[in-house]
């Protein structure tokens, strides 16, 4: 970390029961000079990867569905939530660990896979860094069922979409989610499903 306007920076671990959530403590450097001591709190969960598959002659996306305890304590009355196929990196690069999550998660393999995006989520309170990849699948390349790994309790529904409906899923509020959201427009604006 080279930012000359931090010093004193002060670790404190506060929970490492699912993932690591630390308190930093530090000095700061306001724009007149002087310091002031602050104090942040940061979720480090790893980073990850997402992927947006697509099938541009049926003009289709594969998305999941599943729950996320998160979202149902904050309003999602259901708790249930439309994403693109996206897990952790546990030591992988991105390109690998988005397509071993794909066959896990959608049962689709695939070789070929484009990052589009690297972004920080929630740069005010997570460490994560989330690449995001666009990836073409066909019918053939479908080897499994899908579903989720069943050691990491998931429980995930394939879907697969009209592009057009998934657009309009995003704009009603069906489609919640960041990355899932981010993946359907990047492929709108540059005119990779369509």
């Known amino acids: 970390m080279k930012n000359g306007k931090i010093r004193n920076i002060e670790k404190i671990l506060l929970s490492d029961n699912w993932y690591t959530l630390n308190k930093y403590k530090f000095d700061y450097q306001k724009e007149d000079g002087t310091w002031e001591t602050q104090e942040r709190e940061a979720y480090d969960r790893g980073n990850g990867a997402a992927i947006l598959l697509y099938n541009k002659e049926k003009g289709t ?4 569905r599943q729950f996320r305890m998160p979202t149902y304590v904050n309003g999602n009355e259901d708790g249930m939530m439309i994403e693109a196929c996206a897990g952790l ?12 999550e794909t066959e896990e998660e959608t049962g689709y393999r695939i070789d070929n896979v484009e990052k589009v995006i690297e972004t ?5 309170s997570v460490t994560e860094i989330l690449y995001l ?17 069943e050691h990491e309790t998931e429980n995930i529904e394939v879907l697969e979409y009209p592009f057009e409906t998934a657009i309009q899923m995003m704009k009603t509020g069906e ?10 427009q990047y492929a709108q604006i540059h005119g990779i499903v369509s």
């Open 61 to 64: 996306v594969v998305l999941t």
């Open 89 to 100: 990196l546990d030591g992988d690069n991105p390109e690998d660990c988005i397509r071993k």
């Open 120 to 124: 920080y989520m929630s740069p005010g």
């Open 133 to 149: 990849f666009i990836g073409q699948y066909e019918d053939e390349m479908k080897v499994g069922e899908g579903g989720g790994s």
């Open 175 to 184: 489609i919640r989610d960041s990355k899932t959201i981010m993946l359907l």
